[in-house]
């Protein structure tokens, strides 16, 4: 495959999009100043992933023209995950997005605090019913 083939068209228009919409400023954004002296820049998390592909269609005859499909995509995800917060000789990191954490992690973190309620419930019904049915 020749350094002019169709497929390093396809493939050199998809890159060049995909570079217009990811470059340094989008992981680091622009800083945004207060009128406090605050400065707030904010990071982001940047995925992207590109395929591409095509074929020749050639004819028998090597004086017809030769046919050629192709095609190719990109996405591109962008998480904003904290800002930088600059305040004089202080530099803060605040995520704005939770830690490593699921539900699963969240339920194992109430777990000792649903087992106490569940055992106090337990507990105050246990000594109502030790009292003894009342009698008529």
Do not use: Q, W
Request: net charge negative; hydrophobic share 35%.
């Amino acid at each position: 495959m020749g350094t002019n083939h169709p497929i390093n068209e396809v493939i050199g228009t998809t890159m060049n999009k995909v570079r217009e919409m990811v470059d340094a400023n989008t992981v680091v954004g622009e800083p945004i100043h207060t009128p406090e002296g605050v400065t707030i820049i904010p990071v982001s998390r940047i995925s992207f992933g590109f395929g591409s592909g095509g074929s020749d269609f050639n004819a028998k005859k090597e004086s017809a023209p030769k046919n050629f499909g192709g095609g190719a995509a990109a996405g591109v995800n962008v998480d904003p995950i904290a800002f930088l917060i600059v305040r004089k000789d202080t530099v803060r990191l605040l995520p704005c997005t939770p830690g490593p954490y699921g539900p699963v992690d969240k339920l194992i973190d109430f777990m000792p605090d649903i087992v106490d309620r569940v055992s106090n419930f337990v507990d105050s019904r246990k000594s109502g019913k030790d009292e003894g049915p009342e009698e008529a």
